[in-house]
């Protein structure tokens, strides 16, 4: 099946600085990406949606200006966590829609990141 | 709006013995269904969905769930688990108006196989 990537998988920061993880897609285009952030057994919460070339759609609640959000080609999305702060510390996945997945409803997804501030 | 319930947080069972996962939603439209399952330090890979017509829909790895309109369950079940069913398993739901477009997705079941 196709193959999402996400990196790094962990990563400890000190707050107040910032943090990006990338989202690849290594064998499919994929127009649309997902990011969820999962706390500890919790569900998985969409935050966003980001489409090829176009700016990304926040959920409600999530700020836009703290997590920022690009996918500037069809294999990589990137989310940066900035001035990041301890309750910002979760697990963050991304998923992938490729051209042709929209009839099956297939996502996928990645290895999830998990990012702990100090 | 959609939720998801899964009521266990986690399942053991012996080796080659039958298991159910519950999953109950709730919608005020029609819905498709999910399950996924994370395997230890990788990424969501579907099990199986429910889109329409039947409704007992067979996955890979043996398993298969049951969509029950009338109970708003999407039950996961496998007949005999082995070993390597181990994982986390996530039961998700999108409405029909949206599409694929958003998943929301259930708390998760541990499933717990000894041998």
């Known amino acids: 099946g196709a193959v999402v990537s996400q990196h790094p998988s962990r990563v400890i920061c000190k707050s107040g600085t910032s943090v990006k993880i990338e989202c690849r897609s290594l064998?499919?285009?994929?127009?649309?990406m997902f990011w969820y952030r999962q706390f500890p057994k919790q569900s998985l919460m969409l935050m966003a949606t980001?489409?090829?070339?176009?700016?990304?759609?926040?959920e409600q609640g999530v700020e836009k200006d703290k997590f920022l959000i690009n996918h500037a080609s069809l294999t990589l999305s990137t989310l940066t966590v900035t001035s990041a702060h301890p309750e910002d510390s979760s697990f963050y996945i991304c998923?992938?829609?490729?051209?042709?997945?929209?009839?099956?409803?297939?996502?996928?997804f990645g290895e999830g990141s998990r990012l702990t501030v100090l | 709006a959609q939720s998801v319930t899964q009521l266990d947080s986690q399942v053991p069972v012996f080796e080659e013995a039958p298991v159910e996962l519950r999953c109950n939603y709730s919608?005020?439209?029609?819905?498709?269904l999910f399950w996924y399952v994370q395997y230890p330090n990788q990424g969501l890979q579907l099990l199986l969905k429910?889109?329409?017509?039947?409704?007992l829909v067979k996955g890979i790895n043996g398993f298969e769930a049951e969509f029950n309109k009338s109970q708003t369950s999407f039950h996961l079940r496998k007949p005999s688990v082995h070993i390597s069913d181990t994982a986390e398993y996530f039961c998700?739901?999108?409405?029909?108006?949206?599409?694929?477009?958003?998943?929301?997705f259930g708390t998760g079941t541990r499933l717990l196989v000894s041998p």
């Open positions: 998923s992938a829609r490729g051209r042709l997945a929209g009839g099956t409803g297939e996502l996928f």
């Open positions: 429910y889109l329409s017509g039947s409704t």
């Open positions: 919608s005020s439209v029609s819905v498709y």
């Open positions: 064998d499919f285009q994929a127009t649309t």
């Open positions: 980001s489409n090829e070339g176009s700016k990304a759609t926040y």
């Open positions: 998700a739901v999108s409405d029909m108006n949206t599409g694929f477009q958003k998943l929301v």
